[in-house]
Nanobody, 124 residues
Framework: QVQLVESGGGLVQAGGSLRLSCAAS????????MGWFRQAPGLEREFVAA????????YYADSVKGRFTISRDKAKNTVYLQMNSLKSEDTAVYYC?????????????????WGQGTQVTVSS
């Protein structure tokens, strides 16, 4: 059974940094892409960043490019999202997700497994 467990969320001032972690278990993820999505109140869940487990290719939403960095530690089966220069509009629940195969990584509905989410609040 696949489990994705996020951690690292919290309250931070604008301009600050946070690092989210996603611990993955239950299978071998070599053929998967791992993504981070976020959902603010009243808005749809949106793509933030993704990384292909094998090869490490990364993808970013334009709104976070240059500020956020996604990475993975194969030995720990963990994916990270380093968030710098945070803005109030980054406030949301952040979700980790896993998607099997090589298809697009930006579409929410293509992901097979989801974590429970972690709250990130950026105060201005």
């Amino acid at each position: 059974q696949v489990q994705l467990v996020e951690s690292g969320g919290g309250l931070v001032q604008a301009g600050g940094s946070l690092r989210l972690s996603c611990a993955a278990s239950g299978r071998t993820f070599s053929s998967y892409a791992m993504g981070w999505f976020r959902q603010a109140p009243g808005l749809e869940r949106e793509f933030v960043a993704a990384i292909r487990w094998s090869g490490g290719m990364t993808y970013y939403a334009d709104s976070v490019k240059g500020r956020f960095t996604i990475s993975r530690d194969k030995a720990k089966n963990t994916v990270y999202l380093q968030m710098n220069s945070l803005k109030s509009e980054d406030t949301a629940v952040y979700y980790c997700a896993a998607k099997f195969g090589q298809a697009t990584v930006v579409v929410t509905t293509r992901y097979d497994y989801w974590g429970q989410g972690t709250q990130v609040t950026v105060s201005s």
